[in-house]
């Protein structure tokens, strides 16, 4: 893998994330005890699903996100988090986002902490999304998975402290036409925007609460 498709803030020595950031990361709905068994059915056509969203405690913090490959079938070069559909050996969302992060990106699960999950988010691909949040250790290694990674970068969790920090906006598909209402996570690199934007969106205002 080219080190040219990493786009990292500087990540420098590890670092200990604010108290204030801590306390409100910890305040995080519980994702466990929560088996897929005991979900409620999804409505019709709408299949289970689950992201890991990694916080990288860095000396600037920052999430760490990812950009598929252009040659994939769904949604290749969107930008997303870690993470895909529920298989019928996973326990829970914690096991779905744990097994695809490893699968993507290489990362051991034994190098997350999880803090917690955000709310569900439907995507325009008909899945329920289940968003985890963990918290990165030191050790934690990570390299995209070429066949489904192009490319993974940082977004430092300062920008989701400054509110409004993102933006509604119409975004246009030349396939499907205007696509109004959809979220857009402003970068200076990577157009995010759909369901990982909304999750960024969710993951901001926890962050902005008092």
Known sequence: MSLSTIRLPDIGPP???????????????????????????????????AVLVPIVPAAEPFVLLTRRSALLRHHPGQVSFPGGRADPEDED????????????????PATVEVLGRLPEQQASSRHLITPIVGLL???????????????????????????????????????????????????????IWGA???ILVSLSRHLRQT
């Open 196 to 198: 990982t934007a909304s």
């Open 15 to 49: 670092a200990d994330i604010p108290d204030v950031l801590q306390d409100r990361l910890r305040r995080l709905v519980p994702a466990r005890p929560c088996p897929w068994s005991d979900m409620p059915p999804t409505p019709p056509g709408l299949r289970r699903a």
């Open 137 to 191: 250790s030191p050790l934690a290694r990570w390299r995209a998975e070429e066949a489904e990674v192009a490319a993974i970068f940082g977004l430092e969790l300062s920008r989701l402290l400054e509110p409004p920090g993102s933006s509604e906006r119409s975004v246009r598909r030349v396939t499907t036409g205007p696509r109004a209402g959809s979220w857009y996570w402003p970068h200076d690199e990577h157009d």
């Open 93 to 108: 969302a914690v096991a779905t986002a744990l097994r695809e992060a490893q699968e993507e990106i290489g990362l051991d």
